[in-house]
C-alpha cells in the first residue's frame, strides 16, 4: 500500500487535464503509457490524436490553439529531442500558452542514469529557456496546473516531466 | 507543368471564404490573388511542420474549409503527417501540394527520387478520402471547382513549374512585411468567431 501511495496514476493526469479544460491530447505514447492512452480514450470530452512523429504535436497543437482549443502534447524526452525545430518553430514562435507532458525516460531520483535522454533532457529544455515541472506521483499532480497558469500567463511553452520511477510512465 | 501565378487565379474563383495557407516559394504568388487577406494564414515557422499546424487548425475549425498549398520538400520532411491526417478524417482540408521537384528556395537541388514520386498514389494509399494529380492548367481550372466541393481529406497533387532562388539569404528582396503573426492570429479568430478566456 506504501508503494501505491507513490505512484502517479493516470486518472490524476486526466483529472488536471479536464481541470484545466483541456480538449485536445496529441501523442506519442512511450512503452507503459497505454492504460493513459485508454483512459483518455474513454472521456467523451477529450480528442485524442496519434501522431507520427513528436515534431508534429507542436505544429498540430498551434493550430488547435488558434482555433481556441486547448490542447496537450504528451511524448517521450527522447521525441521532445527530436522536436527541437519545431519547438523553436511552432511552439515558441507562435506566442501561445502550450503544455507539454514529457515522460522523463531514465530519470532515477539519486541522480545517476545509464540512460542518455535522461542526462540530456534539463539541459535540453534549459537551452530553449523552457520553463518545467517535475511530477513524480499523485501528491505533485497540482504542478500540473501550475504549468497551465504558466502558459497562459507567459503564452509560452511549459513541460510537465513526468519522472516516476516506479509506475512506468518513464520507459 | 504549370506556373502557380496561374494556378491561383484558377484556384481564386473556388476558393469562396475558404482559410487559405500558401508555403515555399510557389505559395508568394498567393498574395496576387488572393481578395480576401483576413482568411488568408502564414503557419510557417519549422519546415515540414506546416501541414501539421494546417490539420489542427482544420480539426479546430471544423465549419470552415481549409485550404493549404504545401511544398513536396517540405512534406518530405514529415511524410507521417499524411496519416496523421487520414487518421482524424478531417472533411474541411484541402491538401493542395506545389510539387516543383526541388528545394527551390535553396537553390534548386532535386529532392530524393524528385521526378518518380506518386504523390497522389502515396495520399491515396495513405487513406486520403479523395486524391488528385495534375500537370496542366487546363485540367486543374476545370476540375478545381469540383474538387472543393468534395468531402475531405482531399490532395491534389500539382506539378508546379520551379522558381529557382539563388541569391545568398541576405540579399534577397523581402517581401513587404505582412501582418505579424498576432495579428493574422486575431485577424482569424475575429472572422471564425473564436473565443479564447
Ligand atoms: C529543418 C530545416 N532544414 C532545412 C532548411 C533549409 N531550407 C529552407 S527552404 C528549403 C527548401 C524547401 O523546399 P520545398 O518545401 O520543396 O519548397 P520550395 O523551396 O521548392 O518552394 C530548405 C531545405 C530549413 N529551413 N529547415
Ligand atoms: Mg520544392
Known sequence: ?171 | MFNAADMFKAFGKHRDKAIVIATGTSGRHWREASTDMKRDVALGGSMGQTTAACLGLALGLPNEKVCLFDSEGSLLMNLGILPTVSGKQPKNFYHFLMDNECYATTGGQPVANAQNLDWAGMAKSAGYAATYHFDNLEDFASNVGDIMKKAGPVFVSMKIVPEIENEPIGRRQRQPAGRSRGEMIRDLREIAGVKVS
Open chain 1, 1 to 171: 500500500m506504501v508503494q501505491q501511495a507513490a505512484l502517479l496514476s493516470p486518472e490524476r493526469i486526466v483529472s488536471e487535464f479536464q481541470k484545466n479544460g483541456v480538449t485536445h491530447v496529441i501523442t506519442i505514447p512511450d512503452s507503459e503509457t497505454n492504460y493513459l492512452y485508454e483512459l483518455m480514450k474513454e472521456q467523451p470530452w477529450l480528442d485524442v490524436i496519434s501522431s507520427c512523429r513528436e515534431g508534429e504535436t507542436m505544429a498540430i497543437a498551434m493550430g488547435l490553439s488558434i482555433a481556441g482549443k486547448t490542447p496537450v502534447c504528451l511524448i517521450q524526452n527522447t521525441g521532445m529531442m527530436e522536436s527541437g525545430d519545431s519547438i523553436r518553430g511552432m511552439a515558441l514562435g507562435s506566442g501561445l500558452p502550450l503544455v507539454m507532458v514529457v515522460g522523463y525516460r531514465g530519470w532515477t531520483r539519486h541522480g545517476i542514469t545509464p540512460d542518455s535522454a535522461a542526462v540530456y533532457t534539463e539541459p535540453f529544455l534549459n537551452a530553449f529557456g523552457i520553463h518545467y515541472y517535475l511530477v513524480e506521483h499523485d501528491a505533485d499532480g497540482d504542478r500540473i496546473s501550475l504549468a497551465f497558469q504558466e502558459a497562459k500567463a507567459t503564452n509560452k511553452p511549459v513541460v510537465v516531466l513526468i519522472g516516476d520511477e516506479y509506475h512506468g510512465f518513464n520507459r
